[in-house]
T-cell receptor
Framework: EPEVTQTPSHQVTQMGQEVILRCVPI?????FYWYRQILGQKVEFLVSFYNNEISEKSEIFDDQFSVERPDGSNFTLKIRSTKLEDSAMYFC????????????FGPGTRLTVT | GDSVTQMEGPVTLSEEAFLTINCTYT??????LFWYVQYPGEGLQLLLK?????DKGSNKGFEATYRKETTSFHLEKGSVQVSDSAVYFCALSDLLEGGSEKLVFGKGTKLTVNP
């Protein structure tokens, strides 16, 4: 069964450094998402991406964040200058067209900012 | 804004016990409702869904009914197994412009089933 994959599984970085989290969505899906979960808190929506542009973003997704689909398979989340409070589990998800079909999630990348 | 409230965990049950995890929601629109499950070390997996009032979602022995009058979507299973031990998330979604959907999650409820 096709699945969403994410790399790396764990990333440790120093405050102020740039990080890029990578995701490979399911191949026939057209909508892509990033969510994050700070330890002990809710899973929070960050951004949705369709047709090579952002379709919706949350207030968390400020100028430090960006997303890109550099080729036909990868979907990336970049954090330009990491802060301690960016430490979280980051989940990528994708879905096919059709509305309300539910999203398929990757296993997540645990980002630790020191 | 939209929100989801789940019963606090953790929940610990013996094998073959009955499970209920309560979930209520607040939404301005007419959302679809989902239950996701996260097994240790894995990502979120869609367990079941319901897209309109009185719909019942079901999968792997789990069920949940979309109750618009009580704004609830409680998860139930008649007889849990050790392999059901996981974290369960209730979520709602609204369709965004262009057809994408934004999920709003509850905090998650950790279930442990003992043999």
């Amino acid at each position: 069964e096709p699945e969403v994959t994410q790399t790396p599984s764990h990333q440790v970085t120093q405050m102020g450094q740039e990080v890029i989290l990578r995701c490979v969505p399911i191949s026939n899906h057209l909508y892509f998402y990033w969510y994050r979960q700070i330890l002990g808190q809710k899973v929070e929506f960050l951004v949705s991406f369709y047709n090579n542009e952002i379709s919706e973003k949350s207030e968390i997704f400020d100028d430090q964040f960006s997303v890109e689909r550099p080729d036909g398979s990868n979907f990336t989340l970049k954090i330009r200058s990491t802060k301690l409070e960016d430490s979280a589990m980051y989940f990528c998800a994708s879905t096919r067209p059709g509305g309300y079909v539910g999203q398929y999630f990757g296993p997540g990348t645990r980002l630790t900012v020191t | 804004g939209d929100s989801v409230t789940q019963m606090e965990g953790p929940v610990t049950l013996s094998e073959e016990a009955f499970l209920t995890i309560n979930c209520t929601y607040t939404a301005t629109g007419y959302p679809s409702l989902f239950w996701y499950v996260q097994y240790p070390g894995e990502g979120l997996q869609l367990l079941l869904k319901a897209t309109k009032a009185d719909d019942k979602g079901s999968n792997k022995g789990f069920e949940a009914t979309y109750r618009k009058e009580t704004t609830s979507f409680h998860l139930e299973k008649g007889s849990v197994q050790v392999s059901d031990s996981a974290v369960y998330f209730c979520a709602l979604s609204d369709l965004l412009e262009g057809g994408s959907e934004k999920l709003v999650f509850g905090k998650g409820t950790k279930l442990t089933v003992n043999p």
